[in-house]
Nanobody
Framework: EVYLVESGGGLVQPGGSLTLSCATS????????VGWFRRAPGKEREEVSC????????YYSNAVKDRFTISSNNAVNTVYLRMNSLKPEDTGTYYC????????????????WGQGTQVIVSS
């Protein structure tokens, strides 16, 4: 059974940092890309970042580029999203999803999704 479990969300002040984790199981980690997505209250789901199974290719949306860093640890089958310089508009529920691949223009539709972790950026 394929599982993706997000953690690390919370309440943080503007300008602060958080690191989200996406722990995966049930599939060969190196064969799939993992993407991070978010949904703000009242808004549609938004692509945030994506990393290929090898970890060699990483992509970021314009909204988070230069502030967020995606990484992976194949030894523990986990993908991380380090979020710096957080802004109120980063508030939302963050989800990770498994994809066959991702590119600079395609973060995938996700065949398996985690349950999400909430991030609130507020003073």
């Amino acid at each position: 059974e394929v599982y993706l479990v997000e953690s690390g969300g919370g309440l943080v002040q503007p300008g602060g940092s958080l690191t989200l984790s996406c722990a995966t199981s049930g599939f060969r980690f190196e064969d799939y890309a993992v993407g991070w997505f978010r949904r703000a209250p009242g808004k549609e789901r938004e692509e945030v970042s994506c990393i290929t199974g090898s970890g060699d290719e990483r992509y970021y949306s314009n909204a988070v580029k230069d502030r967020f860093t995606i990484s992976s640890n194949n030894a523990v089958n986990t993908v991380y999203l380090r979020m710096n310089s957080l802004k109120p508009e980063d508030t939302g529920t963050y989800y990770c999803a498994r994809n066959l691949y991702c590119s600079s223009t395609y973060y995938g539709e996700g065949d398996y999704w985690g349950q999400g972790t909430q991030v609130i950026v507020s003073s």
